[in-house]
């Protein structure tokens, strides 16, 4: 079944602002990942945060993790019209060692010019 | 190089029919997955496979049936089409346990698969 759960279902933003989007799961975790979904694409790997880290950055997003709240926020700053797309997070349980995947329903973001 | 890709891109079916999706990844990953989308969903996992020659079921098997003869392909297969099975499939391939990037998997674009 789904772990984690993303909020908002939608978010929508002007270029140049910045985008939160949050995600819930449910166990612990080993890690937890944010993947991005172009319409009628596939997913893209963007970031991988591990449950020893709280904070993780790659080019303008940044991305948070707090294990005691089982919550983690993805912030991408100075948004462009680029980054519309739907944006997932998934979460890999502690101890796994086949890397499963769960995966939230996903945030749907467009950014407009 | 080429990463996942599957084929077909689109298939339309009439229910009861058969088709087997093809997956392909040059990337020499030993772990594959099939996963399927449908509207407002997160990914579901179908099957996956941990190595050539070895399958496993995960979330949602009932209907399909995977084959793993090559390490590089991942075979998807619907023996009796159903209107349920009307999604959009996808592949991802991630490298051995034990590397830095052992959790990241790469994906496919995707099939997407229509059963009237």
């Known amino acids: 079944s789904q772990q984690g759960e993303e909020d908002p279902q939608a978010l929508s933003i002007q270029e140049g602002e910045n985008a939160t989007m949050n995600c819930s799961y449910k166990t612990s975790i080993n890690n937890l990942q944010w993947y991005r979904q172009n319409s009628g694409r596939g997913l893209v790997h963007l970031i991988l945060?591990?449950?020893?880290?709280r904070e993780k950055h790659s080019g303008r997003l940044r991305v948070t993790l707090d294990t005691s709240k089982k919550s983690s926020s993805l912030l991408i700053t100075a948004s462009r019209a680029a980054d519309t797309a739907s944006y997932f997070c998934a979460t890999v349980d502690r101890g796994s060692t086949l890397g499963r995947l769960y995966f939230g329903r996903g945030t749907q973001l467009t950014v407009w010019p | 190089n080429a990463g996942v890709t599957q084929t077909p891109k689109f298939r339309v079916l009439k229910t009861g029919q058969s088709m087997t999706l093809l997956c392909a990844q040059d990337m020499n990953h030993e772990y594959m997955y099939w996963y399927r989308q449908d509207p407002g969903m997160g990914l579901r996992l179908i099957h996956y496979?941990?190595?050539?020659?070895?399958?496993a079921k995960g979330e949602v098997p009932d209907g399909y049936n995977v084959s793993r003869l090559k390490k590089q392909n991942f075979l998807l297969g619907l023996e009796s089409a159903a209107p349920s099975q009307t999604s959009v499939y996808f592949c991802?391939?991630?490298?051995?346990?034990?590397?830095?990037?052992?959790?990241?998997?790469?994906f496919g674009p995707g099939t997407r698969l229509t059963v009237l």
């Open positions: 496979s941990v190595g050539e020659g070895t399958t």
């Open positions: 945060i591990r449950s020893n880290e």
């Open positions: 991802a391939s991630r490298t051995y346990p034990g590397t830095s990037e052992r959790d990241t998997q790469y």
